[in-house]
């Protein structure tokens, strides 16, 4: 049941990245298909991590060649992947550098995008590093329009984020 659920939980974060507003998902799309990416998060659920790691870090290397735009959806989403691969391969390092990343990349991002999908993976990574209150205080900082959070259906954000248990993310 944790596994199912924190297989959902990764590739509901994943595949929300994958959805593209800007102009350069054409350019992008050349090194990062969607057949690669999606390949990609299914291979992530077969739990086959280490081709995963090496997946990821071949097209993060290739995009950062390109000088690819590092606030692109799905750039971030190879990050926040890139991430959880590492967490699944037991190697915190790795794991904490590409959720690092991925912030930044959001930091970035959210400076011209307000996205409440971005807001929310936000506070995730954060909880990922262990970092919950960290994240508590962050969502805590966000005003929500009456828009926003009806996005959210019956539980706020805060309480998302405060539900938010490590044990469901532990490598198996």
Known sequence: MKQTIRLSLICMIC?????????????????CTDSTYNATIRQYQKGDYAAVA???????????????????????????????????????PKSKAAFSKAIKQIDKKLKTDRDVNLIMNRAYLLCFMDKKEEAIQYISSISFSKEELQRFGKIPPLELISLYDKKLLQPH
């Open 15 to 31: 595949l929300l990245f994958s959805c593209n507003k800007t102009g350069q998902k054409q350019e992008f799309s050349k090194i």
């Open 54 to 92: 090496q997946k990821i870090d071949t097209l993060l290397l290739q995009l950062e060649k390109a000088e690819m735009p590092d606030t692109i959806a799905r750039y971030i989403g190879l990050r926040v992947l890139q991430g959880h691969t590492y967490m699944q391969l037991k190697q915190p």
